[in-house]
């Protein structure tokens, strides 16, 4: 791979701060709105639907405005990074390969990002493009950003049907990641399992990856074709291949 391409909430920033922050807004208990959006998630849903579940008619864009009108918008900070982020993203420039942070976010977002000056060649957000995943489009400028053949570049997410899908479909090779809500729910999904090159637990075994010619060769420690075949939980995936 020459570049490799990064997601951002739950691959590189826990969204721990995210819907605490939210859960206080609305006045409920954190691990009340923490159980929705595992429910959502569980039924292939948009995390969001959780908060609209609290509100039926609640407009989550005009929220986020009220919120930041009101002093309490997006905060980001070092804390808010998974460790295995900056030795990974150094590493991977370390070894020559071009490292780009692009995901859903606002453009406050991608702001906060940049200011923690992580070891990557372009932080960008969806906002800041006009376009998100899991549009086409959004992956079509994920290709013009990464400077390589489609082919010879990497996205690394946890989310399967807004990053692995879709970048598949794009042409280029992906790497599931087994962290957060999605990703660990959806792991051993089939279509996760047919699709994704790479099924990695850690950020840190992407350098492993550079160069490597067999992605099957790269999967989870626990796929293994001598296993029985794992039971698969009931539920859907939100968008399909």
């Known amino acids: 791979m020459e570049t490799i391409v990064l997601d951002i909430g739950e691959t590189l920033v826990r969204d721990d701060r995210h819907w605490a922050s939210w859960a206080d807004w609305l006045g409920v208990p954190p691990h009340t ?3 929705l959006v595992g429910a959502a998630v569980a039924q292939g849903r948009e995390a969001t639907d959780a908060l ?43 070894a020559g390969v071009r490292v780009v942070v692009a995901g859903d976010g606002t453009v406050r977002a991608g702001e906060l990002l940049r200011a923690l000056d992580l070891p990557a060649d372009l932080v960008v957000t969806s906002d800041e493009w006009g376009v998100r995943k899991p ?63 790479f099924r990695i637990d850690a950020l840190t075994e992407l350098v492993g990856l550079v160069g490597s010619p067999d992605p099957g060769g790269a999967a989870a420690p626990d796929a293994s074709a001598d296993e029985e075949p794992k039971v698969v939980r009931r539920g859907a995936l939100r968008s399909v291949r």
Not at 62 to 84: C, I, K, N, T, V
Not at 145 to 153: F, I
């Open 33 to 35: 709105l923490g159980a």
């Open 52 to 94: 609209r579940i609290l509100r039926p008619d609640m407009d989550v864009e005009e929220a986020y405005r009220a919120r930041a009108a009101a002093g309490r918008g997006e905060h980001l900070d070092e804390s808010d990074l998974y460790q295995d982020v900056r030795p990974a993203l150094g590493e991977l420039r370390a």
């Open 135 to 197: 549009d086409p489009e959004f992956f079509a400028r994920v290709a013009e950003a990464s400077g390589a053949a489609p082919e010879a570049t990497l996205y690394v997410g946890d989310h399967p049907a807004d990053d692995l899908f879709p970048a598949a479909a794009a042409g280029m090779r992906t790497a599931h990641l087994r962290r957060g809500p999605y990703g660990h729910w959806w792991a051993d999904h089939p279509d996760v399992v047919e699709t994704a090159d």
